[in-house]
Every structure is written in structure tokens, then in C-alpha cells.
């Protein structure tokens, strides 16, 4: 069982930088894959980054390469996503998600626990 807690979100100008953080309970976070997830009103949940459990992987969507980076660090239970040069379709709400037995799920039903999520709102 692992319970997570995501933090780092806010009002940010367009432009600007956010680092969202998920906290993870468990001493076996370290075998879980973690994924970052967004979601808009009125649109579906859409993943953007993920992380293998040892960190060597990651995957990122198209609207993610080159702004967002996801790492991990398992001796302190924690995962980061920096999202840089933020954009007005950025705002969402980002939720952090882990998967027990898949090394880098792009599916949101392959995730197994999920955070409560962190709003983040871009100004232009």
C-alpha cells in the first residue's frame, strides 16, 4: 500500500516555473512506477510524464517534451516534475499516480494509488 501526497502547485505568470513534488508512504515505493497526471475542466485525465521504478526510464506526452522533467529520488520516497516555460493550457489539476507492476504505464487504469492533486493555474 502506498499513499501519496502532491505539493508545489500555484499561481504562476505564463512563462514561468513550477516544481511539483509527490511524497510517497512505503518502504516499497522503490518498486513502483510513478506517473504525473493533468487534468482541465471538463476534459479527460491525460498523463504527461512517468518514471520507471529505478529511475533510468521516463516517458513524457508530446505537450510535455522539452518543458517538463520528471525524477525521482527513492531515498527520501519522493518524485519531482519541473514544468518550465509555462502556458495558459497548462492549468489543470496534477495528480501523482503509482503503478505496482508495470515499468513505465502510459495507461491510466495501470495505475493503483493516486494522490489528491496540486492546482495549477498559468496566467497569461
Known amino acids: 500500500q502506498v499513499q501519496l501526497g502532491e505539493s508545489g502547485g500555484g499561481l504562476v505568470q505564463a512563462g514561468g516555473s513550477l516544481r511539483l513534488s509527490c511524497a510517497a508512504s512505503?518502504?516499497?515505493?522503490?518498486?513502483?512506477?510513478v506517473g504525473w497526471f493533468r487534468q482541465a475542466p471538463g476534459k479527460e485525465r491525460e498523463l504527461v510524464a512517468a518514471?520507471?521504478?529505478?529511475?533510468?526510464?521516463?516517458y513524457y506526452s508530446d505537450s510535455a517534451k522539452g518543458r517538463f522533467t520528471i525524477s525521482r529520488d527513492n531515498t527520501k520516497n519522493t518524485v519531482s516534475l519541473q514544468i518550465d516555460s509555462l502556458r495558459p493550457d497548462d492549468t489543470a489539476t496534477y495528480y501523482c499516480?503509482?503503478?505496482?507492476?508495470?515499468?513505465?504505464?502510459?495507461?491510466?487504469?495501470?495505475?493503483?494509488?493516486w494522490g489528491q492533486g496540486t492546482q495549477v493555474t498559468v496566467s497569461s
Open positions: 499516480a503509482a503503478s505496482r507492476n508495470y515499468v513505465l504505464p502510459t495507461s491510466t487504469d495501470l495505475y493503483d494509488f
Open positions: 512505503g518502504r516499497t515505493f522503490s518498486t513502483y512506477a
Open positions: 518514471i520507471s521504478p529505478s529511475g533510468i526510464h521516463t
